[in-house]
């Protein structure tokens, strides 16, 4: 799975709840790196809620600071890095009795070596361990160094009522499976994650539930790969086949979630991260086109337009039939808008695959995307097995032609809702101009309007009068009929 890194001003923000009365210790927490992350740091919040554990904005007072990190490219880890430097300058000149724990892929990736390439950590949690932070808490405070990073083939930390974390109140992430069995050449997430397991249909229910219940408008269902959602009442996907005949009958696939999920909460937006195209069946759409408040947009990573590249990603499927995919969208979904994860530079990658990729930015005409250099990660296949081949400047040159392609498309894009009336849900105040609203449409496309009398998490409807490359500019005329 290709984890998308999220909007970068929420990098590294420090993570706030409401204050409980009877706990007295403070906790600081970051998160780095892709949605799921900040998902887990929700987890962990709650967690340690339960042990006395308050959270702060301001790290100088905290007794334990914690960094969730990202393993997905090294320069995500060479910013972690850089934080513990951060922390160790507090610890050393203000807060001598401060601990430090670092959570997460890269803690699953180096393990007790990050205890001594990193003197100032005392405790070191991989993705599946966050339950047993209060027995290495105890270790830390006895002066012993924690290490948990054992992966599990079974939590999903479903019996874990996430504290929502500097959130608006508004949106919220409702994590579906965990881990990936993909083994894609050059992704990390496999060995920090483990193996892919789906959560109880029905805790993930309850979950939407209470955010209805607590105000919250729009929910995304998260997972490295959510279309591999399935739930037999079993263990990992792979041993589906050893199931009974009554569990594969009443089996849930993710097109049936979210046929759930949408019947739960028919007034609730709902959005999904990541899909696979090796994956996405026609019934995922199909349930989408049902249901209005499903929103019509895709983020479908392909990483190459070069089916030979496609190859040595190890990705299951070639440039035709991403392409045959894109086409049953449209086909079924007219409207929808599609986003791309893009690596360039590649190894082995040659000029002509590099056009290959052009070329399919061409055909689709993606709405937005995320795109990179090839990173080299450490124990990867392709680092294992490849050469990185591709010269730096070579890897910069097709970068930047995949960038201002994909601004091209943008801005073609959003200049498509030029004239039209959508429905926006408002989640903050514009950061440019404080008498504006900022929201999203159900196209994940940001609109800017002026604020009049309308509240954050009010569905407006909004006529729009201009555009920049990435975002909607208009009037509000109203509120929209799934405004309560």
Known sequence: MEEKIIDESKQGEALVLEPQAKNSRKLYIESYGCQMNFSDSEIVAS?????????THNMEEADLVLV??????????????????KYNAVKRNSNPNMKVGVLGCMAERLKSKFLEEEKIVDMVVGPDAYKDLPNLLQEVEEGRDAVNVILSKEETYGDIAPVRLGGNGVTAFVSITRGCDNMCTFCVVPFTR???????PQSIIEEVNDLAEKGYKEITLLGQNVDSYLWYGGGLKKDFKKATDMQKATAINFAGLLEMVANAQPKMRIRFSTSNPQDMTEDVLHSMAKHENICNYIHLPV????????????RQHTREEYMELIDAIHRIIPDCAISQDMIAGFPTET??????????MEYVKYDFGFMFMYSERPGTMAARKLEDDVPEDVKKRRLTEIIDLQQEHSAYRTKQFVGKTLEVLIEKESKKNDQEWSGRTQYNTVAVFPKEHYEVGDFVMVKITDCTTATLLGEAVGYSKNQA
């Open 47 to 55: 967690i340690l809620t339960k042990q006395g554990y308050n959270t």
């Open 68 to 85: 969730n990190t990202c393993s997905i490219r090294d320069k995500a880890e060479q910013t972690v890095r850089k934080r513990l430097e």
């Open 194 to 200: 483990g193996r892919e397991r789906s959560r109880d």
């Open 303 to 314: 990483q190459s337009g070069s089916t030979r590249v496609l190859k040595e990603m190890n």
């Open 351 to 360: 000029e002509a695959d590099h056009q290959d990729t052009l070329t399919l």
